[in-house]
C-alpha cells in the first residue's frame, strides 16, 4: 500500500531483515556507475524541491559551523585532530579524538536534511562461527535503557527513520541509522548507542534472558516432542547462512575471500558457516563482546544539518562511563596477508539437485573464477583513483573488453566476479565465467587463460579514445550527480570513509576526488592511456603471483552429504541423552518458544522514544507537475514535466504502452529491452554504441512496467526508456534513444544467444537467493492480468520459456528474429506514448524542442502488424487464458531453506474496500505477530506480508525459512490476532507515525519526478492520496478487527499457497497438508 502512494512498484523485502551482507557498497567509482546496492527505507521528507547537490554552487545554506575547539575539548572531552571543508559535498568535516577512551569522531556538517550516524567497531575473527554476525543481530534486542525483547522491531513500528539497519563485514561491524526528523534521529542514535554498549544479550546477572537472545538469534537445539529424532538446530543466523551457502554466487565468493586470504580474518567467514555456527559457545559469544565492542575501538560518524554541538553532548554522555582500552585496540587490528610466491588453483563444489529429466543429464555447469590480491595495504588514493578508472574501463558494461572477450568465447553462459573490490584492507580483483561446462577440463582451463591473454593484449594494444572518453565521462557524471538512490548520502560517504580509516588511515582522503580526478586526467595526456593503463595491468594482475583461480564445480550428492553432516552432530547428543536430558531439552525449548511469544507489558513499551501525532504533517506532500500535450501526426502526447532543482540534469521517461504486444510475445519483453541498447544499430556495433551512451549521457535503460489499475481489469503496461543528461547534452540523449528505436540491429544471433544465457544464469541464481518473489509472483498470476503479465515476463514461466529459447535460436532464429521485428514495431509509436521529465522549469523550457522533435521522429501508431484481436486482449483485461490455474504448488529447486507464500484477495473475494487504515495494518501485522512468528520462534530470516491498495491482493511471505508447513500455519493464525488484537492508545499512535514514514519516504529529485509518474500512470490523484492520508491518521482499533474479519473470510472464500523449497522439504510438506494437494514441479 505505501509503494503505491509513493508510486514505487519494486519486489517486496523482508521488513526489519538486519542486512549482514558484506561489501555492501562497492567504490564510488563503480558504486554508481554500476548501480550501487540500495536498501528500503523508510522517512519523513522535507524541502519538496531542493535537491542536496555536490556541486559546490548549489550549497548556498548556511553550514552549521564547527564547535569552538576550547568547548569541544573542556566541555565533552573530545580534542580536533583535523579539521576541513571537502568541497565535493558542501561539507565541514572535523576528526575528534575522546582524550579519555581514544574514541573518533567524524562530525560531517552540511545542509542535508537527511541526517546520519553510525558506530563503526573493528571485529575481526579467527574461525567462521559467525560471532560478529550472531552479536549484530543480538545488540539489538534489549539493552540497559531499553530493556525489552525487541528496541529494533519497535523501531520499525514507531519512528521516522530513513534507514534503520546494521551491516557484518569480514572485519568490521556498522550500526547506522538516519531520519530527516531531528528528534526522532536522536531517538535512533541513543538507542542504538546503549544497544552498542549495553546489550541484554550479554547480562550474565539474568543469563537466561541474556542466553535466550544469543540462542534466538545465533543457535539453539530445539526439541518440541519426546522423540529424540526430532532434535534439530534452530537460529535465525544459523538459517539466515543455510540460505547463504544455497547460493552458488554466494559459495564462490567465499571461496575465491578464502583461498586469497588464507592466513587472515578474511580466511574465514564472520558471517559464519552453518557447520560451525554451533560450535559457538554463550561464554565466547559475551568475550567477543568485551573484547571489541569498546569506546576505544570505535568510530563514530554524525553526518547533516543538526546542532554540532549536540553530537559531542550525546556520545560524550556514553563516553564519560568509559576509560582507555588499549587491548581492545591491539587485539581488533586487521592483519595483512603475506603475498604468494607463485599462483594457485583451488577446487571446490556447489549443491546441485540431480535431474530428473534425462534431457537434462551432463548440463552441470561450474564456475571459474580468477583472483588476485592486488597490494600489501589500502591503495593510496592516486593508485584507487587510476584502478577504479581500468577496472570500469574492463567490465563497467556490457561492451567492455574483458567482460565482452569472456562472453564472445562461447566457454560460459554469463559473468563472475566483481572486478575491483577495495573496502578491504587489501583490495582485490576478481573475474571469470559461470555456466562453464564442468566435465571439460580443458574449457576450465581455457578460461584463465583467455582472462590472462586478454589482459596481455590490452596491456600491450591500449584502449580507444572513446572507450576512454565513455569512461570518464560516465564516472565524472555518477560523482558529480551523487545519486544514491534510497540510500541515505550520508551513510555511502560513511561507509566510503571507512574503507581507510578502520584501518588507521586518513578518513577525509576517500571523501575527496575533484583535484585528484583533474590531476589524473593530467598524467593520462602526459604518459599516453596506454602506458598507463598497460603498467597497471602488468604491474597488479599479469605480473602478480599473488593469483588464485577458482573452479567451483556441481555436486549432486553433496547437500545429501551435508545434511548427514548436521544429523551426525546431532547423533551425538542424541546418543548421550537420558530421559531427564530429553525432558530438560523439552523445557527449555518450551521456555524459549513462550518467552518469544510472550509480548513485553504495554508499559515497558514506554521506554522507546517515539514522536507525537502532532509532530507529523496532516497535509500530503505534492510533487510538482504540470502537464503539457503535444500534437503531432493526429495523435495528442502527454508531456508531464515536475519543477525541481537538479543541477541541470534532466531526467527522463518516455513510456510506451503495449496496447499492442501479442501475448505470446510477452516472454521477450525483458530480452528486447535488453537489445536496444546491447546489440548494437544499424549505423554502430554495440560496444560502439555503449560507448556513445557513456560520452553523452548519465545512461540509458529499458524495461516493462505493469501494474493493476483500481477497479478495472485492464492492466497498466509500458515500455519505459529512462536515462540522463545534462542539460547541454540533452539533444544527444534523444538522438541515442531515436537511434535505437528506429535502427536498432535485431539480427544478430551470437549477441542474442549470449543475452539469454546471460539471463537464464541470472534467474537460476535469483530463485534460489530470492524465491519468494517468484512463489508470490506465480499466486498473483492466478488472480489478475498485469500480474499474470508479469510472471510471463521475469517469473517462473518466463525462465522455462528462455530455456526453451536457447533452443528455438538454433532451430529457428528467422522466427526468432521476426519476432522481435514484431515487438519493434508494436511498442514504439506516439499512440499511448507519454513523456515525464524532471529538472528546474527553465531547463524543461529549454529542452521543449527537443522533446517535440523526438516526438515527431515516431510513427503514429502501430503497423505492419496482423495480429488477432485474442492476441491483444490481455491489455484489455479479457483473455483468462494469460492467467495460471489457481492451484497450490511447490516449486523445487537445491536449497537449504524455503520462500513460502500465501495470497488471498479482499475486494474479489470479499466486500472489503479500500481504506488508508489497511497500510497501517500490514505494517503492524508484519513487524508483531509475521515477525514474532516466522522470524523469532520459527527461525526465518525474515516474514512479512503486504497488501495491495489497487488490487486488493493480500500476500504472506517468508524468507530463508526452515519451515514451511508451520509457517502456513502462522500465516492462517494471523486473523485470529487481528481480530483479537487489543491495542492501547500509544501503540495505535506510533503504528501510524510510522505508516505516515513509509508513505512521505525521502526522495531525490530523480525520485520525486519518477514518483510523480506513477502516480499519474496508476491514476492516484493527490485528493485520492489526501484521503488516504486523512483515513491513515484516524486509524481505530476497529479497523483492525474488521480487517481481521474481512481477511478471514478472503483465506476461507480462496486463498492458494505457493513456496520454493527442495524435494525432501517438499515430500515432508505435501505428507503435512495433505488437504492442499500440492502440485509440485521441479524447477532447477
Given at each position: 500500500?505505501?509503494?503505491?502512494?509513493?508510486?514505487?512498484?519494486?519486489?517486496?523485502?523482508?521488513?526489519?531483515?538486519?542486512?549482514?551482507?558484506?561489501?555492501?557498497?562497492?567504490?564510488?567509482?563503480?558504486?554508481?556507475?554500476?548501480?550501487?546496492?540500495?536498501?528500503?527505507?523508510?522517512?519523513?521528507?522535507?524541502?519538496?524541491?531542493?535537491?542536496?547537490?555536490?556541486?559546490?554552487?548549489?550549497?548556498?545554506?548556511?553550514?552549521?559551523?564547527?564547535?569552538?575547539?576550547?568547548?569541544?575539548?573542556?566541555?565533552?572531552?573530545?580534542?580536533?585532530?583535523?579539521?576541513?571543508?571537502?568541497?565535493?559535498?558542501?561539507?565541514?568535516?572535523?576528526?575528534?579524538?575522546?582524550?579519555?577512551?581514544?574514541?573518533?569522531?567524524?562530525?560531517?556538517?552540511?545542509?542535508?536534511?537527511?541526517?546520519?550516524?553510525?558506530?563503526?567497531?573493528?571485529?575481526?575473527?579467527?574461525?567462521?562461527?559467525?560471532?560478529?554476525?550472531?552479536?549484530?543481530?543480538?545488540?539489538?534486542?534489549?539493552?540497559?535503557?531499553?530493556?525489552?525483547?525487541?528496541?529494533?522491531?519497535?523501531?520499525?513500528?514507531?519512528?521516522?527513520?530513513?534507514?534503520?539497519?546494521?551491516?557484518?563485514?569480514?572485519?568490521?561491524?556498522?550500526?547506522?541509522?538516519?531520519?530527516?526528523?531531528?528528534?526522532?534521529?536522536?531517538?535512533?542514535?541513543?538507542?542504538?548507542?546503549?544497544?552498542?554498549?549495553?546489550?541484554?544479550?550479554?547480562?550474565?546477572?539474568?543469563?537466561?534472558?541474556?542466553?535466550?537472545?544469543?540462542?534466538?538469534?545465533?543457535?539453539?537445539?530445539?526439541?518440541?516432542?519426546?522423540?529424540?529424532?526430532?532434535?534439530?538446530?534452530?537460529?535465525?543466523?544459523?538459517?539466515?547462512?543455510?540460505?547463504?551457502?544455497?547460493?552458488?554466487?554466494?559459495?564462490?565468493?567465499?571461496?575465491?575471500?578464502?583461498?586469497?586470504?588464507?592466513?587472515?580474518?578474511?580466511?574465514?567467514?564472520?558471517?559464519?558457516?552453518?557447520?560451525?555456527?554451533?560450535?559457538?559457545?554463550?561464554?565466547?559469544?559475551?568475550?567477543?563482546?568485551?573484547?571489541?565492542?569498546?569506546?576505544?575501538?570505535?568510530?563514530?560518524?554524525?553526518?547533516?544539518?543538526?546542532?554540532?554541538?549536540?553530537?559531542?553532548?550525546?556520545?560524550?554522555?556514553?563516553?564519560?562511563?568509559?576509560?582507555?582500552?588499549?587491548?581492545?585496540?591491539?587485539?581488533?587490528?586487521?592483519?595483512?596477508?603475506?603475498?604468494?610466491?607463485?599462483?594457485?588453483?583451488?577446487?571446490?563444489?556447489?549443491?546441485?539437485?540431480?535431474?530428473?529429466?534425462?534431457?537434462?543429464?551432463?548440463?552441470?555447469?561450474?564456475?571459474?573464477?580468477?583472483?588476485?590480491?592486488?597490494?600489501?595495504?589500502?591503495?593510496?588514493?592516486?593508485?584507487?583513483?587510476?584502478?577504479?578508472?581500468?577496472?570500469?574501463?574492463?567490465?563497467?558494461?556490457?561492451?567492455?573488453?574483458?567482460?565482452?572477450?569472456?562472453?564472445?568465447?562461447?566457454?560460459?553462459?554469463?559473468?563472475?566476479?566483481?572486478?575491483?573490490?577495495?573496502?578491504?584492507?587489501?583490495?582485490?580483483?576478481?573475474?571469470?565465467?559461470?555456466?562453464?561446462?564442468?566435465?571439460?577440463?580443458?574449457?576450465?582451463?581455457?578460461?584463465?587463460?583467455?582472462?590472462?591473454?586478454?589482459?596481455?593484449?590490452?596491456?600491450?594494444?591500449?584502449?580507444?579514445?572513446?572507450?576512454?572518453?565513455?569512461?570518464?565521462?560516465?564516472?565524472?557524471?555518477?560523482?558529480?550527480?551523487?545519486?544514491?538512490?534510497?540510500?541515505?548520502?550520508?551513510?555511502?560517504?560513511?561507509?566510503?570513509?571507512?574503507?581507510?580509516?578502520?584501518?588507521?588511515?586518513?578518513?577525509?582522503?576517500?571523501?575527496?576526488?575533484?583535484?585528484?580526478?583533474?590531476?589524473?586526467?593530467?598524467?593520462?595526456?602526459?604518459?599516453?592511456?596506454?602506458?598507463?593503463?598497460?603498467?597497471?595491468?602488468?604491474?597488479?594482475?599479469?605480473?602478480?603471483?599473488?593469483?588464485?583461480?577458482?573452479?567451483?564445480?556441481?555436486?549432486?550428492?553433496?547437500?545429501?552429504?551435508?545434511?548427514?553432516?548436521?544429523q551426525s552432530k546431532l547423533d551425538v547428543l542424541r546418543k548421550s541423552m537420558t530421559e531427564d536430558?530429553?525432558?530438560?531439552?523439552?523445557?527449555?525449548?518450551?521456555?524459549?518458544?513462550?518467552?518469544?511469544?510472550?509480548?513485553?507489558?504495554?508499559?515497558?513499551?514506554?521506554?522507546?522514544?517515539?514522536?507525537?501525532?502532532?509532530?507529523?504533517?496532516?497535509?500530503?506532500?505534492?510533487?510538482?507537475?504540470?502537464?503539457?500535450?503535444?500534437?503531432?501526426?493526429?495523435?495528442?502526447?502527454?508531456?508531464?514535466?515536475?519543477?525541481?532543482?537538479?543541477?541541470?540534469?534532466?531526467?527522463?521517461?518516455?513510456?510506451?504502452?503495449?496496447?499492442?504486444?501479442?501475448?505470446?510475445?510477452?516472454?521477450?519483453?525483458?530480452?528486447?529491452?535488453?537489445?536496444?541498447?546491447?546489440?548494437?544499430?544499424?549505423?554502430?556495433?554495440?560496444?560502439?554504441?555503449?560507448?556513445?551512451?557513456?560520452?553523452?549521457?548519465?545512461?540509458?535503460?529499458?524495461?516493462?512496467?505493469?501494474?493493476?489499475?483500481?477497479?478495472?481489469?485492464?492492466?497498466?503496461?509500458?515500455?519505459?526508456?529512462?536515462?540522463?543528461?545534462?542539460?547541454?547534452?540533452?539533444?544527444d540523449y534523444c538522438e541515442i534513444v531515436e537511434d535505437i528505436i528506429g535502427n536498432v540491429q535485431?539480427?544478430?544471433?551470437?549477441?542474442?544467444?549470449?543475452?539469454?544465457?546471460?539471463?537464464?544464469?541470472?534467474?537460476?541464481?535469483?530463485?534460489?537467493?530470492?524465491?519468494?518473489?517468484?512463489?508470490?509472483?506465480?499466486?498473483?498470476?492466478?488472480?489478475?492480468?498485469?500480474?499474470?503479465?508479469?510472471?510471463?515476463?521475469?517469473?517462473?514461466?518466463?525462465?522455462?520459456?528462455?530455456?526453451?529459447?536457447?533452443?528455438?535460436?538454433?532451430?529457428?532464429?528467422?522466427?526468432?528474429?521476426?519476432?522481435?521485428?514484431?515487438?519493434?514495431?508494436?511498442?514504439?509509436?506516439?499512440?499511448?506514448?507519454?513523456?515525464?521529465?524532471?529538472?528546474?522549469?527553465?531547463?524543461?523550457?529549454?529542452?521543449?524542442?527537443?522533446?517535440?522533435?523526438?516526438?515527431?521522429?515516431?510513427?503514429?501508431?502501430?503497423?505492419?502488424?496482423?495480429?488477432?484481436?485474442?492476441?491483444?486482449?490481455?491489455?484489455?483485461?479479457?483473455?483468462?487464458?494469460?492467467?495460471?490455474?489457481?492451484?497450490?504448488?511447490l516449486l523445487v529447486v537445491p536449497t537449504q531453506v524455503n520462500y513460502v507464500a500465501k495470497c488471498?484477495?479482499?475486494?474479489?473475494?470479499?466486500?472489503?474496500?479500500?481504506?488508508?487504515?489497511?497500510?497501517?495494518?500490514?505494517?503492524?501485522?508484519?513487524?508483531?505477530?509475521?515477525?514474532?512468528?516466522?522470524?523469532?520462534?520459527?527461525?526465518?530470516?525474515?516474514?512479512?506480508?503486504?497488501?495491495?491498495?489497487?488490487?486488493?491482493?493480500?500476500?504472506?511471505?517468508?524468507?530463508?525459512?526452515?519451515?514451511?508447513?508451520?509457517?502456513?500455519?502462522?500465516?492462517?493464525?494471523?486473523?485470529?490476532?487481528?481480530?483479537?488484537?487489543?491495542?492501547?492508545?500509544?501503540?495505535?499512535?506510533?503504528?501510524?507515525?510510522?505508516?505516515?514514514?513509509?508513505?512521505?519516504?525521502?526522495?531525490?529529485?530523480?525520485?520525486?519526478?519518477?514518483?510523480?509518474?506513477?502516480?499519474?500512470?496508476?491514476?492516484?490523484?493527490?485528493?485520492?492520496?489526501?484521503?488516504?492520508?486523512?483515513?491513515?491518521?484516524?486509524?481505530?482499533?476497529?479497523?483492525?478487527?474488521?480487517?481481521?474479519?474481512?481477511?478471514?473470510?478472503?483465506?476461507?472464500?480462496?486463498?492458494?499457497?505457493?513456496?520454493?523449497?527442495?524435494?525432501?522439504?517438499?515430500?515432508?510438506?505435501?505428507?503435512?497438508?495433505?488437504?492442499?494437494?500440492?502440485?509440485?514441479?521441479?524447477?532447477?
Amino acid at each position: 500500500g505505501a509503494e503505491e502512494e509513493r508510486g514505487t512498484r519494486g519486489p517486496s523485502q523482508a521488513v526489519g531483515s538486519r542486512n549482514s551482507s558484506s561489501m555492501l557498497l562497492w567504490n564510488a567509482l563503480r558504486g554508481q556507475a554500476r548501480g550501487a546496492t540500495s536498501v528500503a527505507c523508510r522517512a519523513s521528507a522535507g524541502n519538496k524541491n531542493k535537491a542536496f547537490s555536490t556541486a559546490v554552487d548549489e550549497v548556498s545554506q548556511v553550514i552549521p559551523e564547527a564547535v569552538d575547539p576550547a568547548v569541544a575539548k573542556t566541555k565533552f572531552g573530545f580534542e580536533v585532530v583535523k579539521e576541513e571543508f571537502v568541497k565535493e559535498y558542501g561539507s565541514n568535516c572535523v576528526l575528534y579524538r575522546h582524550q579519555a577512551t581514544g574514541a573518533e569522531l567524524m562530525s560531517v556538517h552540511n545542509s542535508d536534511e537527511n541526517k546520519t550516524f553510525g558506530a563503526v567497531f573493528r571485529t575481526p575473527v579467527e574461525n567462521s562461527t559467525g560471532i560478529p554476525h550472531i552479536l549484530e543481530h543480538s545488540v539489538l534486542c534489549g539493552s540497559r535503557k531499553y530493556p525489552i525483547k525487541e528496541p529494533f522491531v519497535e523501531l520499525m513500528k514507531s519512528s521516522l527513520n530513513t534507514f534503520l539497519n546494521a551491516f557484518t563485514y569480514p572485519d568490521r561491524t556498522c550500526y547506522p541509522v538516519a531520519s530527516c526528523n531531528t528528534r526522532d534521529f536522536y531517538n535512533l542514535v541513543d538507542v542504538y548507542l546503549d544497544a552498542c554498549f549495553y546489550p541484554r544479550c550479554i547480562e550474565k546477572k539474568d543469563s537466561a534472558s541474556g542466553k535466550q537472545v544469543f540462542e534466538q538469534e545465533g543457535w539453539h537445539y530445539e526439541l518440541e516432542q519426546p522423540d529424540p529424532s526430532q532434535l534439530s538446530f534452530k537460529g535465525v543466523v544459523f538459517n539466515e547462512m543455510k540460505g547463504v551457502y544455497s547460493s552458488p554466487d554466494s559459495v564462490l565468493g567465499r571461496v575465491c575471500q578464502q583461498a586469497l586470504f588464507p592466513d587472515i580474518t578474511y580466511g574465514v567467514d564472520s558471517g559464519g558457516d552453518p557447520r560451525d555456527i554451533p560450535d559457538l559457545t554463550y561464554d565466547e559469544f559475551c568475550q567477543f563482546h568485551a573484547n571489541f565492542y569498546h569506546p576505544s575501538n570505535t568510530r563514530f560518524w554524525f553526518y547533516g544539518d543538526d546542532d554540532p554541538e549536540t553530537r559531542l553532548e550525546i556520545l560524550s554522555n556514553y563516553l564519560k562511563d568509559f576509560e582507555a582500552n588499549q587491548a581492545a585496540v591491539e587485539k581488533s587490528k586487521v592483519l595483512t596477508q603475506q603475498k604468494f610466491s607463485e599462483p594457485r588453483t583451488v577446487t571446490d563444489y556447489y549443491a546441485v539437485s540431480e535431474s530428473e529429466d534425462p534431457s537434462q543429464a551432463g548440463q552441470q555447469k561450474a564456475y571459474v573464477n580468477v583472483n588476485w590480491v592486488l597490494e600489501d595495504d589500502v591503495f593510496d588514493v592516486e593508485t584507487q583513483l587510476a584502478f577504479g578508472f581500468l577496472d570500469f574501463i574492463l567490465l563497467g558494461t556490457s561492451g567492455s573488453p574483458l567482460r565482452k572477450a569472456l562472453i564472445d568465447s562461447g566457454l560460459g553462459e554469463a559473468v563472475c566476479g566483481g572486478g575491483l573490490e577495495d573496502e578491504l584492507r587489501q583490495p582485490t580483483f576478481s573475474i571469470g565465467l559461470k555456466g562453464v561446462d564442468a566435465s571439460d577440463e580443458e574449457s576450465l582451463k581455457k578460461v584463465e587463460k583467455l582472462v590472462l591473454d586478454t589482459l596481455s593484449s590490452l596491456a600491450k594494444d591500449g584502449f580507444s579514445d572513446s572507450s576512454i572518453e565513455a569512461a570518464m565521462n560516465t564516472i565524472e557524471f555518477s560523482l558529480r550527480e551523487n545519486n544514491t538512490g534510497s540510500f541515505p548520502r550520508g551513510l555511502s560517504l560513511m561507509l566510503r570513509s571507512m574503507t581507510g580509516w578502520i584501518y588507521d588511515k586518513d578518513p577525509f582522503e576517500p571523501l575527496k576526488w575533484e583535484d585528484q580526478l583533474e590531476a589524473f586526467k593530467g598524467k593520462l595526456k602526459e604518459q599516453t592511456p596506454t602506458k598507463l593503463f598497460g603498467d597497471l595491468i602488468r604491474k597488479y594482475l599479469i605480473d602478480n603471483p599473488h593469483r588464485v583461480t577458482v573452479n567451483l564445480l556441481p555436486n549432486t550428492t553433496l547437500q545429501a552429504e551435508m545434511d548427514q553432516e548436521e544429523q551426525s552432530k546431532l547423533d551425538v547428543l542424541r546418543k548421550s541423552m537420558t530421559e531427564d536430558d530429553i525432558s530438560e531439552l523439552m523445557k527449555k525449548t518450551q521456555e524459549l518458544k513462550t518467552h518469544q511469544e510472550t509480548p513485553d507489558p504495554a508499559e515497558a513499551l514506554k521506554c522507546i522514544p517515539t514522536l507525537d501525532l502532532s509532530d507529523i504533517p496532516k497535509e500530503s506532500q505534492k510533487i510538482p507537475t504540470a502537464i503539457r500535450k503535444v500534437s503531432s501526426g493526429g495523435e495528442e502526447v502527454e508531456v508531464l514535466g515536475h519543477d525541481i532543482f537538479t543541477n541541470d540534469v534532466v531526467y527522463s521517461e518516455f513510456a510506451f504502452d503495449m496496447s499492442s504486444v501479442p501475448k505470446n510475445l510477452l516472454y521477450l519483453i525483458p530480452l528486447f529491452c535488453r537489445a536496444l541498447t546491447e546489440m548494437g544499430t544499424k549505423n554502430e556495433n554495440f560496444v560502439e554504441l555503449t560507448e556513445r551512451i557513456g560520452r553523452k549521457t548519465g545512461g540509458v535503460s529499458a524495461y516493462s512496467f505493469t501494474s493493476p489499475l483500481k477497479g478495472e481489469e485492464k492492466p497498466c503496461a509500458y515500455i519505459i526508456i529512462r536515462g540522463k543528461a545534462t542539460k547541454d547534452k540533452f539533444g544527444d540523449y534523444c538522438e541515442i534513444v531515436e537511434d535505437i528505436i528506429g535502427n536498432v540491429q535485431l539480427n544478430n544471433k551470437d549477441r542474442f544467444k549470449q543475452m539469454v544465457f546471460e539471463t537464464i544464469a541470472g534467474q537460476e541464481a535469483s530463485l534460489v537467493g530470492r524465491g519468494h518473489t517468484y512463489a508470490a509472483g506465480r499466486l498473483g498470476a492466478q488472480r489478475d492480468m498485469a500480474s499474470a503479465a508479469s510472471e510471463r515476463m521475469g517469473g517462473v514461466s518466463n525462465y522455462v520459456a528462455m530455456k526453451e529459447l536457447a533452443e528455438k535460436i538454433e532451430s529457428d532464429w528467422d522466427q526468432v528474429h521476426q519476432d522481435l521485428q514484431t515487438l519493434r514495431n508494436a511498442i514504439f509509436k506516439k499512440k499511448g506514448m507519454l513523456v515525464n521529465l524532471t529538472a528546474d522549469e527553465n531547463t524543461l523550457s529549454s529542452i521543449d524542442d527537443q522533446v517535440n522533435g523526438f516526438i515527431d521522429s515516431l510513427p503514429a501508431s502501430a503497423s505492419g502488424l496482423s495480429l488477432g484481436e485474442d492476441s491483444v486482449a490481455w491489455y484489455q483485461g479479457k483473455d483468462s487464458g494469460l492467467l495460471l490455474p489457481k492451484q497450490n504448488e511447490l516449486l523445487v529447486v537445491p536449497t537449504q531453506v524455503n520462500y513460502v507464500a500465501k495470497c488471498t484477495n479482499l475486494y474479489t473475494d470479499t466486500d472489503y474496500e479500500a481504506h488508508g487504515s489497511s497500510i497501517v495494518i500490514g505494517k503492524y501485522l508484519s513487524t508483531t505477530w509475521l515477525w514474532d512468528r516466522v522470524r523469532v520462534v520459527g527461525g526465518a530470516y525474515g516474514g512479512f506480508c503486504s497488501f495491495d491498495n489497487t488490487s486488493g491482493m493480500f500476500s504472506f511471505m517468508s524468507y530463508r525459512d526452515p519451515n514451511l508447513s508451520k509457517t502456513i500455519d502462522n500465516y492462517d493464525g494471523s486473523t485470529a490476532f487481528l481480530k483479537d488484537l487489543s491495542l492501547d492508545k500509544d501503540e495505535l499512535t506510533k503504528s501510524i507515525i510510522a505508516t505516515i514514514g513509509d508513505i512521505d519516504s525521502y526522495q531525490l529529485p530523480d525520485s520525486k519526478g519518477y514518483t510523480a509518474f506513477m502516480r499519474h500512470l496508476l491514476k492516484v490523484s493527490d485528493e485520492e492520496r489526501q484521503e488516504r492520508r486523512d483515513q491513515i491518521l484516524s486509524t481505530s482499533l476497529e479497523d483492525f478487527h474488521n480487517f481481521g474479519d474481512a481477511l478471514q473470510s478472503a483465506m476461507e472464500s480462496s486463498s492458494q499457497v505457493c513456496a520454493v523449497t527442495s524435494k525432501d522439504m517438499a515430500k515432508q510438506a505435501e505428507e503435512e497438508k495433505k488437504d492442499l494437494g500440492f502440485d509440485t514441479k521441479q524447477i532447477l
